[in-house]
Structure formats: C-alpha cells, structure tokens
C-alpha cells in the first residue's frame, strides 16, 4: 500500500515568488491535513482538507492557501514569500480509523 | 502556556535502559497521538489513544483521561529509537493536531 507522497522534496525560491506544494494520501484517505515545521515554532497546522471542502484552517495569512481535488490529492500554495517562510512542510492522510499517515515532507528554503 | 507540553525536552540514556516521556495537556480531548520524528524530517504515527494503554513491541503508551496526562515508556531502549518523540492531540469535533514540542531522545551504545 503505498504511502503518503509529497512532491518536491526540496525547493528553493526567491522572496516575492510563489509555490504550490502537492500531496497524494494514501488511497481512500479523504482527510488531507497540512503543516508547517520550523525550528522556532515546532509543527502547526496550517489547513485540513475532506472531500474537496477545507473544514479547517490555522492561523496563518491569507498567502497561505490550499485546495482538494476530486481524487483527494491536495496542493498547497504560498504567495509572495518571505524569508521566515522558510519550513519543512508536511501533510497527512487520515482514514476512518483514525491515524494519520504523514508524507516524507517539502523542505522549502526562501533566499 | 502551550495547550500540549511534555517532559524532558532532552534525554540521553544508555542502551537498554526504560525511558519515559511524558505529556500533558490543559484542554479537552478526543484522542492523542504519539508520533516519531527521525533526522530528515519524517513522521511515523506510534499511537492513538482515546484511553487506557496501548501496547507495539517495546512500545507502550498510556492515558489519563482525568489528569490529562499521557505516557510513552520504551523499553530495553536501542540506539535506533534515537528520534524525537511528539505528542499531539485532537480537540472533539477538530482534525486539526495540536503538538507539544517534542523530546529529543539519544540513545547511547
């Protein structure tokens, strides 16, 4: 059964550009959840998609965006970088039982 | 004050020894989470608790609903469980985690 992918692994981009993130959950996951690690904050959550509709969302700014699609599959996006959003982002799958099952991560550097 | 905290924040341990990890929490819950997070970034999910105690191989995690408390106990400790070790919760009716700040484990040989 495969895993949780995210694509890319790694990406650096300059202040000002944007990116989008992608996340593929495990088949038949319908909750994709996403966050952001950094060394000064630890994990936050950022938003958790299920069946297309965000149910919730973390306090972050507007930059931060995300959307599901029919597939379940989900992409993040983040506007106008900034240095400090520099962080390994994460997303997770959640099945019915209940346990997340978290992808290897984007590690996004900002110059 | 986080809503999540655990204890130690670091802990070094000879090969073999018991470890413990403690968490505790200050808001209402439907399940707990222990998850393992290995240099490089990855998270493995450990356990889910709702209550009582859960038990995979010399993993054992427990819960105390009343004391919003929960333990992680390793035993006969290896210097592969050499990771940091996250404890998070879920709010009832949120799929959103909240996490603690981990406790960066080392084990030495």
């Known amino acids: 059964k495969a895993g949780v992918t995210q694509t890319p692994r790694y990406l650096i981009k300059t202040r000002g550009q944007q990116v989008t993130l992608s996340c593929s959950p495990i088949s038949g996951h319908r909750s994709v959840s996403w966050y952001q690690q950094t060394p000064g904050q630890g994990l936050q959550f950022l938003f958790e998609?299920?069946?297309?509709?965000?149910?919730n969302k973390g306090n972050f700014p507007g930059r931060f965006s995300g959307r599901q699609f029919s597939n379940s599959r989900s992409e993040m996006n983040v506007s106008t970088l900034e240095l400090g959003d520099s962080a390994l982002y994460l997303c997770a799958s959640r099945g019915t039982r209940g346990g997340y099952t978290f992808g290897s991560g984007t590690r996004l550097t900002v110059v | 004050k986080n809503e999540v905290e655990q204890s130690p924040q670091n802990l070094t341990a000879q090969e073999g020894e018991f470890i413990t990890i403690n968490c505790s929490y200050s808001v209402g819950i439907s399940a707990l989470h222990w998850l393992q997070q290995h240099p490089g970034g990855g998270i493995v999910s450990l356990f889910m608790l709702s209550s009582g105690k859960k038990k995979h191989g010399r993993l054992i995690a427990t819960i105390n609903i009343q004391e919003k408390h929960s333990s992680l106990h390793i035993t006969a400790s290896h210097p592969r469980d050499s990771a940091v070790y996250i404890c998070?919760?879920?709010?009832?009716?949120?799929?959103?985690?909240?996490f603690g700040t981990g406790t960066r484990l080392t084990i030495i040989p």
């Open positions: 998609y299920f069946s297309e509709t965000q149910r």
């Open positions: 998070a919760v879920n709010r009832p009716g949120e799929e959103k985690l909240t």
